[in-house]
């Protein structure tokens, strides 16, 4: 059974956990993490992309010489694509990228996420993640304490004091146990959970 090294807010080890082998404890699915991870960065487009065809470029009404016998080429445009100031072959235009996935493809890439990073030792578990004002220098001074990096801090709830105390730290984030990403996951190299969060996460994806 995976187990996890359990810290105070003084970046003290107080003792260990053992995470669930339901949700921390299964083979890692690549694959799935892989198709996940690609569904969040298609989603997150914005897909505002847009270029000019030949039929929306201004000009080009006139036929720049005639059919026969200049020698040269038979052009009907200035706006054909292969003139400069020309419109553009297949033009991007504004489009949605989004699509969904199947809920137990995206369970199982977030089981396969956690547990990749249980088995590395990169859960850290918080007995409580609590600040009594919003300072980053205590944030600060818990990861370098614990040797957390770039890190993902889970919470049970919205926690404001320690979102604004995170929020100036680069690489950090946080978020609440209910609504994990896995690309935030894979894209950490630490997890700082809270005992409180962690519970939940066993108890909702289990």
Same mark, same amino acid.
């Given at each position: 059974?995976?187990?996890?090294?359990?810290?105070?807010?003084?970046?003290?080890?107080?003792?260990?956990?053992?995470?669930?082998?339901?949700?921390?404890?299964?083979?890692?699915?690549?694959?799935?993490?892989?198709?996940?991870?690609?569904?969040?960065?298609?989603?997150? @487009?914005?897909?505002?992309? +847009? &270029? !000019?065809?030949?039929?929306?470029?201004? $000009?080009?009404?006139?036929?720049?010489?005639?059919? =026969?016998?200049?020698?040269?080429?038979?052009?009907?445009?200035?706006?054909?694509?292969?003139?400069?100031?020309?419109?553009?072959?297949?033009?991007?235009?504004?489009?949605?990228?989004?699509?969904?996935?199947?809920?137990?493809?995206? @369970?199982?890439?977030?089981? +396969? &996420? !956690?547990?990749?990073?249980?088995?590395? $030792?990169?859960?850290?578990?918080?007995?409580?993640? =609590?600040?009594?004002?919003?300072?980053?220098?205590?944030?600060?001074?818990?990861?370098?304490?614990?040797?957390?990096?770039?890190?993902?801090?889970?919470?049970?709830?919205?926690?404001?004091?320690?979102?604004?105390?995170?929020?100036?730290?680069?690489?950090?984030?946080?978020?609440?146990?209910?609504?994990?990403?896995?690309?935030?996951?894979?894209?950490?190299?630490?997890?700082?959970?809270?005992?409180?969060?962690?519970?939940?996460?066993?108890?909702?994806?289990?």
């Amino acid at each position: 059974m995976p187990k996890a090294n359990v810290f105070n807010m003084a970046g003290q080890q107080v003792g260990e956990i053992e995470l669930s082998e339901a949700v921390f404890g299964i083979e890692p699915n690549q694959a799935v993490v892989h198709e996940v991870v690609k569904n969040h960065l298609a989603n997150c @487009r914005q897909g505002t992309q +847009s &270029a !000019l065809t030949r039929a929306e470029v201004s $000009g080009g009404g006139i036929k720049p010489w005639r059919q =026969k016998g200049t020698g040269r080429a038979r052009q009907g445009s200035t706006r054909a694509p292969q003139w400069t100031h020309g419109g553009i072959v297949f033009a991007p235009k504004p489009r949605d990228y989004s699509y969904t996935l199947n809920k137990k493809v995206k @369970r199982l890439a977030l089981k +396969s &996420a !956690l547990s990749a990073k249980a088995a590395e $030792g990169a859960v850290l578990v918080v007995d409580e993640l =609590k600040l009594e004002s919003i300072k980053t220098k205590t944030v600060k001074d818990l990861m370098n304490n614990v040797g957390a990096t770039k890190s993902v801090f889970i919470t049970p709830e919205v926690n404001e004091t320690l979102v604004k105390s995170a929020r100036n730290i680069p690489g950090v984030i946080t978020t609440t146990a209910k609504i994990l990403s896995v690309y935030d996951i894979v894209n950490a190299k630490q997890l700082v959970i809270d005992k409180a969060a962690l519970a939940i996460i066993e108890e909702v994806f289990a």
